[in-house]
């Protein structure tokens, strides 16, 4: 096992997020080049972003003005010679950059980047005023160790030692929804909650709130607790795809429509995440990729999600992981300043292009990376992407009726070996279940992954073809 263990830090070089990162990994998909293909061109001939046009939301609370575009540090750029190690260089100069052209919200939270993600930002922000910029971060408290109040309070003043600040301007209670138990464990019964709202009285948390992953009933029961806790803030994810379809991609899900109407309706302001889905609104098959490019040639592909997100009034920030400074200035571009979506755009991409995103039935990975690492060295995030990509591009070998099974045969194991190890395929997945509890989107990795080994095996041993039936 101290083999096969895995480092997220070296999976953010290979899966960060977004078109260019992503496209690299499709070498072995039918399309594979041509995506990269696509990608390059995209950002080619690639503008800077106006200074001085950055789109402001103001905080109902404070009045402060806060940029649309929100910096989200999970995914930082990592040296070119050592993907273990954080390009602390580069960080600096993406954060100068974003700082230059308006943007002023930065978010992040002790378990981000195998846990360095705090200092790399405390490092690039310490370099500024602080009156420049908004830093935002959690307690990530997911260890029933940190349950206990002495430990979670550990980890709220590390997080300020780490940022290198004396107050935190948003501060949030990381990922509930699983049960409301586990919200009370966390945060009511050990007392944390009166803690962390003293701490708010006192001017060392300037706005409280959570980021939501999970269940409905979960949601309305925390929501609730708001004429107690004050919430100043809500983190939830929010894209034309969770719009109407997050129920139905996954009956453990809550379309954003509703989760935004409730925070709405009681003046609580929406911070938005995932408004690329993990970049898989970024990197859409090619012929919904067609479809935008009609309707908007001079567009990049992620500015219709960011365009979406950011339209909503009650939007405060929509934050984005950019691991490249070509992710940062095409997001830069979105909301400098923002161009709100009309009625017919966005009954266009809730409609159109939302319905048969959900038709293509992948499986609905983020690319969070919250399920790593696995105890066992699986590459649950880049397996999950390489079989989304190849279905999306039609490359997946289908058995009877594929005129191409071979070349997709083929295509798919070499891409896979290419992309992940083998000591780090779904075939090493023991059913330990360790990782479904983190996962946002609530799939059921375990199952998925043995579904796809057994399609892998299928394929090793007939060359020749595969049941259609046996299809993943």
Known sequence: MKDKNISRRSFLKLFGAGTVATAATLAGCKQGNKAEAQAAEEYKNQVEPPVGKMTYRENPKTKEKVSLLGYGMMRLPTKVENSDEYDQEM?????????????????????????????????????????????????????????????????YHNSMKELQVDYIDYYLLHSVGGNYDEFLGRYVENGMMDYLMKEREAGRIRNLGFSFHGKQEVFDQVLATNDQYHWDFVQIELNYLDWNYANEISD?????????????????????????????????????????????????????????????????????GMTYMEH????????????????????????????KIVGLENIPCNDCKYC??????????????????????????????????????????????????????????????????????????????HKISDMIEQLKRNPLSWESKKEV
């Open 252 to 320: 453990r899900n809550v379309d954003a429509s509703y989760l935004y109407d409730e925070l709405h309706k009681r003046g609580i302001p929406a911070v938005i995440m995932e408004p690329l889905l993990g970049g898989r609104l970024a990197n859409l098959p090619q012929y919904l990729v067609n479809e935008l490019k009609m309707h908007a040639p001079e567009k990049s592909v992620a500015s219709w999600a960011f365009r979406y997100a950011g339209t909503p009034e009650g939007v405060l920030t929509v934050l984005s």
């Open 328 to 355: 940062l200035k095409d997001n830069l571009h979105s909301y400098c300043p923002l161009t709100p979506l009309t009625e017919k755009e966005q009954q266009y991409l809730d409609t159109e292009i939302a319905q």
């Open 372 to 449: 790593m690492p696995c105890p066992y060295g699986i590459d649950i995030p880049a397996i999950f992407i390489h079989y989304n990509k190849c279905k999306n591009e039609g490359s997946l070998p289908m058995g009877i009726g594929d005129s191409e099974y071979r070349q997709h045969r083929r295509q798919y194991l070499i891409g896979l070996d290419r992309v992940v190890p083998r000591e780090r395929q779904p075939d090493h997945c023991i059913g330990c279940h360790q990782c479904e509890p983190h996962c946002p989107q609530s799939i059921r990795i375990t199952r998925e992954l």
């Open 91 to 155: 960080i600096n100069k993406q954060v100068d950059y974003a700082i230059e052209h308006g943007l002023n919200y930065f978010d992040t939270s002790p378990v981000y980047c195998q846990g360095k993600s705090e200092r790399c930002t405390g490092i690039a922000l310490s370099r500024h005023k602080r009156s420049e910029y908004f830093v935002a971060t959690k307690l990530s408290n997911f260890n029933r160790d940190y349950w206990k109040k002495e430990k979670a309070i550990e980890m």
